[in-house]
Nanobody, 122 residues
Framework: QVQLVESGGGLVQAGGSLRLSCAAS????????LGWFRQAPGKEREFVAA????????YYADSVKGRFTISRDNAKNTVYLQMNSLKPEDTAVYYC???????????????WGQGTQVTVSS
């Protein structure tokens, strides 16, 4: 079992930045691929970013490419999502997920956090 706990969400003005963190426990962190997803009210959950086990390979949704950066610190068992140039349409609950491969498909992740709210005001 893997437990994931997100933090760092909040209210920010458009153009601002936030850094989300997701702390993992319960399994060797370096064996996990990690992803971030988000779900806005009334919308389906969507892929945001993913990172491979060792960290050199990353993937991004087109909507966040160039603005968001996913990274991981295996010594701290934590994955991060640095979000810059935030837009109102980035408003959503952001979820951390862990699995065997870094994929854009949520169903392929085995573990999920509870989510953290990000609200971007215009």
């Amino acid at each position: 079992q893997v437990q994931l706990v997100e933090s760092g969400g909040g209210l920010v003005q458009a153009g601002g930045s936030l850094r989300l963190s997701c702390a993992a426990s319960g399994r060797t962190f370096s064996s996990l691929a990690l992803g971030w997803f988000r779900q806005a009210p009334g919308k389906e959950r969507e892929f945001v970013a993913a990172i491979s086990r060792s960290g050199p390979t990353t993937y991004y949704a087109d909507s966040v490419k160039g603005r968001f950066t996913i990274s991981r610190d295996n010594a701290k068992n934590t994955v991060y999502l640095q979000m810059n140039s935030l837009k109102p349409e980035d408003t959503a609950v952001y979820y951390c997920a862990a699995g065997r491969i870094p994929t854009m498909t949520g169903a392929q992740y085995d573990y999920w956090g509870q989510g953290t709210q990000v609200t971007v005001s215009s």
